[in-house]
């Protein structure tokens, strides 16, 4: 059984959630830049139309997988306002600080991530 969050460890986890959701927000506007229409004009051979294009692509998708972890995120500092943070709500019991330290925004512990699948 994980032990409750200390005020100390609440106040780290706090910080750490805030400032991955700003780096997070930050990652999204470069790669929004990135991914902008390609032009493809005639001087550009080949292969680096191809590029461009791949390059775009993993852009978007690392945009799409920032606004995924940003929701994450977000959830888990409304839990810090509502006094649920670092509480499993399949469970009841604390989720405790080494699996929050490891992934802050996890709304579950262990072992009812597990039973869920994750």
């Known amino acids: 059984m994980a032990d409750e969050l200390t ?3 609440l106040a780290s986890l706090t910080t ?3 400032a991955e959701l700003a780096r997070l927000r930050a990652s999204i506007a470069g ?3 990135r991914s902008e229409t390609v032009e493809l004009d005639g001087s ?3 292969l680096s139309r191809m590029d461009a294009l791949q390059q775009q692509e993993m852009a978007m998708a690392q945009a799409r997988q920032a606004r995924v972890r940003i929701k ?3 959830a888990a500092l409304k839990r810090v306002e509502n006094d649920d943070y670092g509480w ?3 469970c009841g019991e604390p989720i405790g ?3 929050l330290d490891a992934r802050p ?3 579950f512990c262990v072992a009812c991530t597990a039973t869920r699948g994750g």
Request: glycine share 4%.
């Open 7 to 9: 005020d100390d460890e």
């Open 16 to 18: 750490r959630l805030h």
């Open 31 to 33: 790669a929004d830049e």
């Open 44 to 46: 550009m051979g080949r």
């Open 72 to 74: 994450s995120l977000a």
């Open 88 to 90: 499993c709500p399949d």
């Open 97 to 99: 600080f080494r699996r």
């Open 105 to 107: 925004e996890a709304p």
